[in-house]
């Protein structure tokens, strides 16, 4: 197989508590995540420093103190795409996106309220695939990701922390 042959790469399965109330929407995991098995697992990825900042609590240190913040502020993580072809980790890199069942998920999952995207490709690829749901709070966040360098962090938390109402 030619190594410049994009992947067939998979989303994970979602993070969702019984009181989740906020939705939180990436595109899909990057190769250091899908790598370490863990959500924004790379080591650059703001989003856990971020969502520690915003809410006044430490940052966690290992995946299992992660899980336990989202846990904690009632929050559950989930990506738009099932399945796609993407070389690299870059969502400008993502082919033949296969979506997650969002509709049947929201229909079990009657507790989220909020629904925030990390990052303009997963409320691009949603809206592709998905009518906006009435009763659900929809938030655009600039995305997390280490590719991302257009905010800086006290910038790009404060935008999260405005917009998730935390």
Do not use: C
């Not at 929050?75 to 070389?87: C, K, M, P």
């Amino acid at each position: 197989m030619d190594s410049q042959e994009p992947f067939l790469k998979s989303s994970f399965a979602p993070i969702i508590g019984s009181q989740t109330h906020i939705l939180i929407l990436g595109s899909m995991p990057g190769d250091k995540s899908i790598e370490l098995n863990e959500y924004y697992g790379h080591p650059r990825n703001r989003f856990w420093k971020i969502l520690a900042w915003i809410t006044n609590n430490k940052e966690p240190g290992n995946y299992a103190e992660k899980l336990s913040l989202l846990q904690l502020l009632r929050i559950g993580l989930w990506d738009v795409v099932h399945q796609a072809t993407r070389e690299g980790s870059l969502d400008s890199a993502i082919k033949d996106a296969i979506p997650n069942d969002l509709d049947h998920f929201f229909d079990h999952h009657k507790s989220i309220e909020v629904l925030a995207f990390n990052g303009q490709k997963a409320e691009k690829m949603f809206d592709k695939h998905f009518q906006r749901k009435p009763g659900l709070r929809y938030v655009s966040l600039p995305s997390s990701s280490p590719a991302n360098a257009t905010y800086n962090f006290e910038k790009i938390s404060m935008i999260w922390k405005e917009g998730l109402m935390i």
